[in-house]
């Protein structure tokens, strides 16, 4: 199990890219949760197993179709233990 701090900078508000972000992590298997920033990006937490968290991050870095994804910054980070996908804030 790994865990990822994504940051997706673009067109990324306003086109459901969180609805869109939760609904491929669970497809996936993937837990964590979104959020928009005030700054107009959106941050994802993700943990999930190495070889989908790929698949996940390939996913966010094109986003849903209304989306333009500029940049798509990920970092690793600790494991927090999220039992879901949330969208928050």
């Not at 701090?5 to 086109?15: A, E, F, L, M, S």
């Not at 005030?38 to 991050?57: C, K, N, S």
Request: net charge positive; with cysteine; glycine share 14%.
């Amino acid at each position: 199990m790994i865990s990822r701090t994504v940051i997706v900078r673009g067109k990324v508000q306003g086109v459901f890219f969180r609805l869109h972000t939760r609904e491929k992590a669970i497809s996936l298997g993937i837990v964590g949760q979104v959020r928009n920033l005030p700054d107009g990006t959106v941050q994802i937490r993700a943990e999930g197993e190495v070889g989908v968290m790929g698949t996940f991050l390939d996913w966010c870095k094109i986003g849903p179709a209304r989306a333009q994804v500029v940049e798509c910054k990920v970092e690793e980070s600790s494991l927090k233990g999220f039992s879901g996908f949330d969208i928050v804030g």
